[in-house]
T-cell receptor
Framework: GDSVTQMEGPVTLSEEAFLTINCTYT??????LFWYVQYPGEGLQLLLK?????DKGSNKGFEATYRKETTSFHLEKGSVQVSDSAVYFC???????????FGAGTILRVKS | EAGVTQFPSHSVIEKGQTVTLRCDPI?????LYWYRRVMGKEIKFLLH????????ESGMPNNRFLAERTGGTYSTLKVQPAELEDSGVYFC?????????????FGPGTRLTVT
């Protein structure tokens, strides 16, 4: 079945550092790909998405490109802030259904 | 516009007891989903309603779990009897879109602890 693998955390960075969180997927057909973020004490929020190969999703300085050839959707940000500290989840939605398949989540801690 | 709400935010029960979780989706969203995250692992799909009908319940772990969505508005998820392995965070999400690229809006979750 469909699955998502993302790098284990926690990831600890200093403010203004470059961030990469790796995400790879296994799916049949042409899934849509998502990054969700959960800030402390809150629910999951959609951060960005891409619905077809080579699409780039972007939001709040975060970017991820849908790479079908490497089945990847890595999350990047050029300069992280303390307020970016959260849990980040990579997810996919398969071709034939709406349900989301999530990775295990990556804790990001940014220190000032 | 109010977001997805869930009640309670936290529930602690003993093994063998019954617990009912409630989810109120965003008004007008026909699609409602339940997910569960157990002990820092991945968030797993439980089931999907379209209005009051169960579209996909392939993720329900066993018959101790019963989900309902009477009238196509709010939904309840009942666990009876609860077991230790049921502990985790239960998320509800809703959406308008029926295609795979549509955004799902999540509630804050209910943290269930079974002792």
């Amino acid at each position: 079945g469909d699955s998502v693998t993302q790098m284990e955390g926690p990831v600890t960075l200093s403010e203004e550092a470059f961030l990469t969180i790796n995400c790879t997927y296994t799916a049949t057909g042409y899934p849509s790909l998502f990054w969700y973020v959960q800030y402390p004490g809150e629910g999951l929020q959609l951060l960005l998405k891409a619905t077809k190969a080579d699409d780039k999703g972007s939001n709040k300085g975060f970017e991820a490109t849908y790479r079908k050839e490497t089945t990847s959707f890595h999350l990047e940000k050029g300069s992280v802030q303390v307020s970016d500290s959260a849990v980040y989840f990579c997810a996919l939605s398969g071709t034939y259904g709406n349900k989301l398949v999530f990775g295990a989540g990556t804790i990001l801690r940014v220190k000032s | 516009e109010a977001g997805v709400t869930q009640f309670p935010s936290h529930s602690v029960i003993e093994k063998g007891q019954t617990v009912t979780l409630r989810c109120d989706p965003i008004s007008g969203h026909d699609n409602l989903y339940w997910y569960r995250r157990v002990m820092g692992k991945e968030i797993k799909f439980l089931l999907h309603f379209v209005k009051e009908s169960k579209q996909d319940e392939s993720g329900m772990p066993n018959n101790r779990f019963l989900a309902e969505r009477t009238g196509g508005t709010y939904s309840t998820l009942k666990v009876q009897p609860a077991e230790l392995e049921d502990s985790g965070v239960y998320f509800c999400a809703s959406s308008q879109a029926r295609t795979s690229g549509g955004e799902q809006y999540f509630g804050p979750g209910t943290r269930l602890t079974v002792t």
